[in-house]
């Protein structure tokens, strides 16, 4: 992520969890736009390369030893850092489209907001235009 946009997103809020949410929501929808355009598509690699550079900065945030999430949520979340690392590479590859990579990173935004597994997300994408 540039820090053009990180400080575009920094300006538009100050909490936290809405900082990440919104990160994550601009990359997520930026790799639901163009999905379907396939694994040769520029844009789709862009948004790929975005997102792994998310994961990769959450990563070493989560390994810190002053990073204050509950050490079970840490591994998973490092758990699922690499699971995200090797199904990019699938995309990249063309084994693979970006599906399971929108998925976790709606799950993770779903956790960002408070919101249990069984409900249903808030309506929070509607209100922003990427």
Known sequence: MSIAAYQQTMA???DPRRIEYLVFLRITLDLEANRAAGWRSAALKDAL????????T????????????????RAGLVSLSFSVARQTTQV????A??????DINRSVMRGLQGVARTE???????????
């Open 49 to 56: 390369w975005r997102n792994l550079e998310l994961w990769n």
């Open 92 to 95: 990249l590859r063309g084994e």
């Open 12 to 14: 538009e809020c100050e």
């Open 97 to 102: 489209d970006a599906g399971t990579l929108i």
């Open 58 to 73: 959450l990563r070493a945030d989560l390994l810190e030893d002053g990073n204050a999430l509950p050490e079970a949520l």
């Open 120 to 130: 249903a997300p808030a309506p929070m994408e509607a209100s922003y235009g990427a």
